[in-house]
């Protein structure tokens, strides 16, 4: 048969490039890049670290519960867990406030979805491209960094500092109220 | 993660039950309770515990079982009655076996840190499963049914591709696809016709199985879904038994007479709770007998029964659970607090008019005792710090209400982890909401007559009494919605005796048993949320504190963020074409509004009479009833003549328009002229910016 020799080429070919995989190096993670997760809100775009979140969820049922805070969007259920969802764009300080259909789960003491409309993509940035933020005037503290991914320059948000700002606000519920 | 093998694994658990069993049957018996099958019952168990003992070579074990059943023989034969002497023999034995299994301890693991956990009481050790590996199974049948739900996704597809083939098949049939003169062409379009049929056949049946076995799936993960999770949970009684046999323990030590009571034991609480409390608890009942009751002269001289009454309650109290334990002693001597306070230091002269309330927490810090002898069950002034540690641990407040000669109630509420309680599931503004059903009184419709009144008043008349009301809408910040002629539609009388109050709801759901879990604390919720539960899809529902909704009814609360965070009702689209109601939905969600589809105008008024609606989009030309008697019906019912509808049609005679007009539609477009902008330009006219 003709094809005979070829097949058998076809083999040893296979055979030397797999056993050729287990001399080179294991591949190591490059620690000169970040990975970032590229959202957007209401039209401006933003960066996530991959490393602050723990994952991401699409169209889940946000259930909306009674309270002062204009931020707090209610609840979501995962994994048997009640998650509250936070508006990022309205703790970025913009007006709008429209449920957006992607939460990024954050895991800190307690589970924390943050809210966003547009999911732009993951993006492999090297960390020369990721330079401190000046802060302008009273903006949010939670822009620390700007990262240029493509052509975008997109703001950093700290999510160990936005974690910091819902922790600190005195008005969350105390465990136990007194009955009047 | 190797485990050494854990010899005693299925023993530990048997000899556990049985021994609960043997000490529930001796307490029965040491109180006279006269049952013919109760003392061979009690054999069988000392002679299962001695041959299971046997079998794990635990000879100490096995040899007091059969001292037990020595014990118990000749009451079996009524050669004895159950004397004091026996019994204190038989607890005796009984506690000798509870010594033995403690050190029946299960291994650890080689390599973990030694537990840091606190010590599991050995009492709750009949939860058999491993707590963790339960909410694995937990998690894992949530979030089945989170698959479930693109299950039915899927089959939405599955009826759309449906559509597409009916189309494709009428298409077909159309003439300008048949050959000359009517007929059938027999070359390609045949075979495609022919494929066409065979893939509506395909999808027809797949439709069929696809929802035949959704509903399945559905029905048998929400059976195991609820045995687990009541699995997960314990009744409050697991802990009487032995609070039970501490009281009699301390009464016969003391020399007292005691009547133990429990109330409340039927509440499924969280195992981690109940045996964090437990030990507190034992203090508690402890404290209550050894300091509390009096003697039995002391009693009669001041004119009480000569039996000490002990009351043990659980009682739920919103999202949180009250364990009471009452007594009719003598009270807490508060000025020996005091001298004791001072003899240690802790209260200095000018401190010494502390008030009663003062003295109660001084006590409750703990260090300090009254007891003028420190005996085998108390005096050493630890009783109160344990309670103090199990507080703190579960994050609970203490209090102590004490009244010289009429005797103490201290109580400890806990935050619920879990537990899970019977709920009158409402529908409000568009969500299920669930109502602790212990605190509903009743529930009635609201009506007609009685409409116009509430819209602006806040009572309503039930059983000939002026009830304050609420919508309940109020309190969770929700635009009230303007319901069956201006109102909810329903209302539920919640609250206590002295204390109720009427709240509307849209319409009553179901009664359902739930497992109400707390809100995590950075969930910054007002307190009329108590907690929530997992709906079958592991959505999470909200369940009320009737208690906040009383109050604010009571005191006409309104909060004032209410219509500033309007959440408004959905648009009914309905229109037999797919492609039409895809059309008017992803415009009307662009623009914000919640939309709900109907294919048919019968569809629609089923579901318009089942859930509130802004607005009808209405398909004039439909199969079955059209949009003009659709629109009509809407109009002669009382509770949706207010709904405004708006007719859209390919037809766009002057005579249609008319014919809309005169059966009430509010407005007509036409797909001819079909603009999004206009299209919701007239909606907002109607219905306002829904954002």
Same mark, same amino acid.
Request: hydrophobic share 45%; proline share 6%.
């Given at each position: 048969?003709?094809?005979?020799?070829?097949?058998?080429?076809?083999?040893?070919?296979?055979?030397?490039?797999?056993?050729?995989?287990?001399?080179?190096?294991?591949?190591?993670?490059?620690?000169?890049?970040?990975?970032?997760?590229?959202?957007?809100?209401?039209?401006?775009?933003?960066?996530?670290?991959?490393?602050?979140?723990?994952?991401?969820?699409?169209?889940?049922?946000?259930?909306?519960?009674?309270?002062?805070?204009?931020?707090?969007?209610?609840?979501?259920?995962?994994?048997?867990?009640?998650?509250?969802?936070?508006?990022?764009?309205?703790?970025?300080?913009?007006?709008?406030?429209?449920?957006?259909?992607?939460?990024?789960?954050?895991?800190?003491?307690?589970?924390?979805?943050?809210?966003?409309?547009?999911?732009?993509?993951?993006?492999?940035?090297?960390?020369?491209?990721?330079?401190?933020?000046?802060?302008?005037?009273?903006?949010?503290?939670?822009?620390?960094?700007?990262?240029?991914?493509?052509?975008?320059?997109?703001?950093?948000?700290?999510?160990?500092?936005?974690?910091?700002?819902?922790?600190?606000?005195?008005?969350?519920?105390?465990?136990?109220?007194?009955?009047? | 993660?190797?485990?050494?093998?854990?010899?005693?694994?299925?023993?530990?658990?048997?000899?556990?039950?049985?021994?609960?069993?043997?000490?529930?049957?001796?307490?029965?018996?040491?109180?006279?309770?006269?049952?013919?099958?109760?003392?061979?019952?009690?054999?069988?168990?000392?002679?299962?515990?001695?041959?299971?003992?046997?079998?794990?070579?635990?000879?100490?074990?096995?040899?007091?079982?059969?001292?037990?059943?020595?014990?118990?023989?000749?009451?079996?034969?009524?050669?004895?009655?159950?004397?004091?002497?026996?019994?204190?023999?038989?607890?005796?034995?009984?506690?000798?076996?509870?010594?033995?299994?403690?050190?029946?301890?299960?291994?650890?693991?080689?390599?973990?840190?030694?537990?840091?956990?606190?010590?599991?009481?050995?009492?709750?050790?009949?939860?058999?499963?491993?707590?963790?590996?339960?909410?694995?199974?937990?998690?894992?049948?949530?979030?089945?049914?989170?698959?479930?739900?693109?299950?039915?996704?899927?089959?939405?597809?599955?009826?759309?591709?449906?559509?597409?083939?009916?189309?494709?098949?009428?298409?077909?049939?159309?003439?300008?696809?048949?050959?000359?003169?009517?007929?059938?062409?027999?070359?390609?379009?045949?075979?495609?016709?022919?494929?066409?049929?065979?893939?509506?056949?395909?999808?027809?049946?797949?439709?069929?199985?696809?929802?035949?076995?959704?509903?399945?799936?559905?029905?048998?993960?929400?059976?195991?879904?609820?045995?687990?999770?009541?699995?997960?949970?314990?009744?409050?009684?697991?802990?009487?038994?032995?609070?039970?046999?501490?009281?009699?323990?301390?009464?016969?030590?003391?020399?007292?007479?005691?009547?133990?009571?429990?109330?409340?034991?039927?509440?499924?609480?969280?195992?981690?709770?109940?045996?964090?409390?437990?030990?507190?608890?034992?203090?508690?009942?402890?404290?209550?007998?050894?300091?509390?009751?009096?003697?039995?002269?002391?009693?009669?001289?001041?004119?009480?029964?000569?039996?000490?009454?002990?009351?043990?309650?659980?009682?739920?109290?919103?999202?949180?659970?009250?364990?009471?334990?009452?007594?009719? $002693? /003598? =009270?807490?001597? !508060?000025?020996? +607090? %005091?001298? *004791? @306070?001072?003899?240690? #230091?802790?209260?200095?002269?000018?401190?010494?008019?502390?008030?009663?309330?003062?003295?109660?927490?001084?006590?409750?810090?703990?260090?300090?005792?009254?007891?003028?002898?420190?005996?085998?069950?108390? $005096? /050493? =002034?630890?009783? !109160?710090?344990? +309670? %103090?540690? *199990? @507080?703190?641990?579960? #994050?609970?407040?203490?209090?102590?209400?004490?009244?010289?000669?009429?005797?103490?109630?201290?109580?400890?509420?806990?935050?619920?982890?879990?537990?899970?309680?019977?709920?009158?599931?409402?529908?409000?503004?568009?969500?299920?909401?669930?109502?602790?059903?212990?605190?509903?009184?009743?529930?009635?419709?609201?009506?007609?007559?009685?409409?116009?009144?509430?819209?602006?008043?806040?009572?309503?008349?039930?059983?000939?009494?002026?009830?304050?009301?609420?919508?309940?809408?109020?309190?969770?910040?929700?635009?009230?919605?303007?319901?069956?002629?201006?109102?909810?539609?329903?209302?539920?009388?919640?609250?206590?005796?002295?204390?109720?109050?009427?709240?509307?709801?849209?319409?009553?759901?179901?009664?359902?048993?739930?497992?109400?879990?707390?809100?995590?604390?950075?969930?910054?919720?007002?307190?009329?949320?108590?907690?929530?539960?997992?709906?079958?899809?592991?959505?999470?529902?909200?369940?009320?504190?009737?208690?906040?909704?009383?109050?604010?009814?009571?005191?006409?609360?309104?909060?004032?963020?209410?219509?500033?965070?309007?959440?408004?009702?959905?648009?009914?689209?309905?229109?037999?074409?797919?492609?039409?109601?895809?059309?008017?939905?992803?415009?009307?969600?662009?623009?914000?509004?919640?939309?709900?589809?109907?294919?048919?105008?019968?569809?629609?008024?089923?579901?318009?009479?089942?859930?509130?609606?802004?607005?009808?989009?209405?398909?004039?030309?439909?199969?079955?009833?059209?949009?003009?008697?659709?629109?009509?019906?809407?109009?002669?019912?009382?509770?949706?003549?207010?709904?405004?509808?708006?007719?859209?049609?390919?037809?766009?005679?002057?005579?249609?328009?008319?014919?809309?007009?005169?059966?009430?539609?509010?407005?007509?477009?036409?797909?001819?002229?079909?603009?999004?902008?206009?299209?919701?330009?007239?909606?907002?006219?109607?219905?306002?910016?829904?954002?």
């Amino acid at each position: 048969m003709a094809t005979l020799p070829n097949s058998s080429n076809r083999a040893e070919e296979l055979r030397r490039a797999f056993d050729r995989a287990f001399a080179e190096p294991h591949p190591t993670k490059d620690y000169n890049t970040d990975d970032l997760l590229c959202v957007g809100v209401s039209g401006d775009p933003f960066a996530l670290r991959m490393s602050e979140t723990a994952g991401l969820l699409v169209d889940r049922k946000i259930v909306p519960l009674p309270s002062s805070r204009t931020e707090f969007l209610g609840v979501l259920g995962f994994r048997g867990e009640i998650v509250p969802v936070y508006d990022l764009g309205a703790l970025l300080g913009y007006d709008e406030r429209k449920a957006g259909r992607w939460n990024a789960l954050v895991r800190a003491e307690n589970t924390i979805a943050l809210a966003f409309g547009q999911f732009e993509g993951h993006a492999h940035v090297a960390r020369g491209d990721i330079v401190p933020a000046e802060r302008l005037g009273n903006g949010p503290v939670y822009i620390q960094e700007v990262a240029r991914v493509g052509t975008i320059i997109r703001p950093i948000v700290s999510i160990a500092a936005l974690l910091e700002a819902i922790n600190k606000r005195d008005d969350l519920p105390q465990m136990i109220k007194e009955e009047p | 993660m190797s485990m050494r093998p854990d010899p005693y694994k299925y023993f530990r658990v048997e000899a556990r039950e049985l021994l609960d069993q043997l000490v529930q049957g001796a307490l029965s018996l040491e109180k006279g309770v006269f049952a013919p099958e109760l003392v061979p019952k009690l054999l069988r168990l000392a002679h299962t515990l001695k041959g299971a003992a046997r079998v794990v070579k635990q000879v100490e074990i096995a040899e007091f079982a059969h001292a037990v059943e020595e014990a118990l023989v000749p009451l079996r034969d009524q050669a004895k009655p159950f004397s004091q002497e026996l019994a204190r023999h038989a607890f005796e034995l009984l506690d000798a076996i509870e010594e033995r299994l403690k050190h029946l301890e299960p291994p650890r693991e080689a390599e973990s840190e030694p537990a840091p956990r606190p010590p599991a009481d050995e009492l709750l050790r009949t939860v058999r499963v491993d707590i963790g590996e339960m909410d694995a199974l937990l998690d894992g049948i949530l979030e089945a049914n989170t698959q479930l739900g693109s299950v039915r996704r899927a089959l939405g597809t599955l009826e759309r591709a449906r559509g597409v083939a009916d189309l494709l098949l009428a298409q077909l049939a159309s003439p300008r696809t048949r050959g000359a003169e009517g007929q059938p062409d027999l070359g390609p379009a045949a075979r495609t016709s022919a494929w066409a049929e065979e893939l509506r056949a395909e999808i027809v049946a797949l439709d069929r199985q696809l929802t035949s076995s959704a509903d399945q799936l559905e029905r048998e993960l929400r059976q195991v879904r609820q045995r687990a999770e009541q699995l997960r949970l314990l009744p409050a009684n697991a802990v009487f038994a032995s609070l039970e046999r501490t009281a009699r323990d301390v009464a016969q030590t003391a020399g007292k007479r005691v009547a133990f009571e429990t109330k409340g034991g039927e509440a499924r609480l969280d195992a981690h709770v109940l045996a964090t409390i437990h030990g507190a608890l034992v203090q508690v009942v402890r404290n209550a007998v050894a300091h509390g009751i009096e003697t039995e002269a002391e009693r009669t001289q001041a004119g009480k029964p000569t039996a000490g009454r002990v009351l043990v309650e659980v009682a739920r109290v919103g999202n949180r659970v009250a364990f009471r334990c009452q007594d009719d $002693g /003598r =009270g807490v001597d !508060l000025e020996a +607090v %005091r001298r *004791a @306070a001072q003899k240690k #230091g802790i209260l200095s002269k000018d401190t010494e008019h502390l008030r009663l309330d003062e003295l109660v927490q001084l006590l409750l810090k703990g260090g300090l005792t009254t007891a003028r002898t420190v005996s085998e069950m108390s $005096g /050493r =002034g630890i009783g !109160l710090d344990v +309670v %103090r540690d *199990a @507080a703190s641990r579960l #994050g609970a407040e203490v209090t102590l209400k004490t009244e010289a000669g009429r005797g103490s109630a201290l109580e400890i509420v806990v935050p619920i982890s879990l537990s899970s309680l019977d709920a009158l599931m409402v529908e409000v503004a568009g969500m299920t909401t669930a109502i602790p059903l212990d605190a509903v009184r009743g529930a009635f419709h609201i009506r007609t007559a009685d409409a116009a009144r509430l819209a602006g008043a806040d009572s309503i008349v039930y059983e000939g009494n002026a009830l304050p009301f609420l919508p309940l809408a109020y309190p969770l910040r929700e635009k009230v919605s303007p319901g069956h002629n201006g109102g909810p539609g329903v209302a539920v009388v919640v609250g206590t005796d002295s204390e109720l109050a009427a709240i509307g709801v849209d319409r009553l759901v179901g009664i359902m048993n739930v497992v109400m879990r707390p809100l995590p604390r950075v969930a910054p919720v007002d307190p009329v949320v108590a907690g929530a539960a997992l709906d079958a899809e592991g959505n999470p529902q909200i369940i009320v504190d009737p208690a906040v909704v009383v109050g604010m009814a009571r005191r006409g609360d309104r909060p004032a963020s209410a219509p500033e965070v309007p959440r408004a009702a959905p648009v009914l689209v309905v229109d037999d074409s797919l492609t039409t109601r895809m059309l008017e939905q992803s415009i009307l969600e662009s623009a914000g509004y919640q939309v709900d589809c109907a294919v048919s105008g019968e569809e629609a008024l089923e579901k318009a009479r089942q859930r509130q609606y802004a607005l009808f989009l209405v398909d004039i030309e439909m199969p079955g009833m059209d949009g003009f008697t659709f629109v009509e019906q809407t109009r002669a019912d009382p509770f949706l003549r207010e709904i405004p509808s708006i007719l859209v049609t390919s037809r766009s005679s002057a005579e249609d328009r008319r014919r809309g007009q005169a059966v009430g539609a509010r407005a007509y477009i036409a797909k001819s002229e079909f603009d999004q902008a206009h299209l919701l330009r007239t909606i907002r006219t109607l219905v306002g910016n829904n954002q």
